[in-house]
């Protein structure tokens, strides 16, 4: 396996069987992991890049079989922040030394384009130094400029799997896997730094859609992307599934750095939820990004993805310096700049 993981140092790129062979081995991990510490530190030295999460709303009018917040689980306590709330977050965090903010949450029908348009403009006016991102599922090609124009900068939009037929074990038929890749090449086309990403583990998910997962990133050439492990939720048709490993998370953490080592890659808070030292041992395979969780502390439970989502922790924004420590105990520091990617060389 070595051989295969310096080829993809060198050629950064594989053939679909390289890759398949490498996910479904996950040997020389030790050697990988190495590898692609050292790629991230090429680009981005001992830094892990810090981002203030806002969960602004978990309505959602999608019903994807995997998630808490699908508008299918009835037991779901509903909440949406007001603007005035996410400003606050906003200036809490700025307080505490974010200058990243991403505004996440479902496809909640409140969120127009106008209001939209209006928050972002009020967060860059009183934030000018800060970037903004979007995590706000699919819109249309209009909506996507009108907020770019309105100055959000980046856009989160994990594309979940790369496999069409796989998608559609993920989501009910009324969701496109077309829709989503056209969306994800729409924000490309309109100047976003886009991220994409997947889950790790999904029930039906193959060395090959990992495979085909690795191949997309290869081809939209994406600034971030998130992967984590899929984690279960009670309240979904995925309940009894099983979780994804850890293992075979930070392998493909350590794939995607020397796929495209200046990548922005977050140590998830999935990651952390089903193992404690889960976001170290991300980054010590080549993640370089954590996004503690700025929500109001009052809503942060009602955002359940999946079971025993951690929200009271070390991942909160106050624990900030308890974060500093645990990862200056594996030799890294916490950036607190905008963070924005390097370019690649
Ligand atoms: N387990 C892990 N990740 C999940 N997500 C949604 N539900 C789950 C789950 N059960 C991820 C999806 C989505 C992101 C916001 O959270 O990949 O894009």
Known sequence: MRRLIDRLEQKRSLSKEEWIALIEGMQDASYLFERARTAAQKYY????YVRGLIEVSNYCKNNCYYC???RGNCEAVRYRLSEEEILNC??????????????QGGEDAYFTDDRLADLVAAIKTSYPDCALTLSLGERSKDSYQRL???????YLLRH?????????????????YQGRMECLWNLKEIGFQVGCGFMVGSPGQT????AEDMLFIAKLQPQMVGVGPFVPHHGTPFAKESKGSVDRTIYLLALLRLLKPNLLLPATTALGTVDAAGREKGILAGANVVMPNLSPVGVRKKYELYDNK???????AEA???????FLHIGYRLEMGRGDPVEET
């Open 45 to 48: 030295g001992n830094a892990v």
């Open 68 to 70: 808490g917040i699908r």
């Open 90 to 103: 906003c200036r809490q965090g700025y307080a505490l030394g974010f200058r990243t903010f991403v505004l």
């Open 148 to 154: 770019f124009d309105a100055g959000a900068d980046r």
């Open 160 to 176: 979940e799997t790369a496999d069409g037929d796989h998608y559609q074990r993920l989501h009910p038929a009324e969701m496109s």
């Open 207 to 210: 060395a090959e859609h990992l």
């Open 310 to 316: 951690i929200c009271t922790g070390d991942e909160t």
């Open 320 to 326: 900030l310096n308890s974060l500093a420590r645990r």
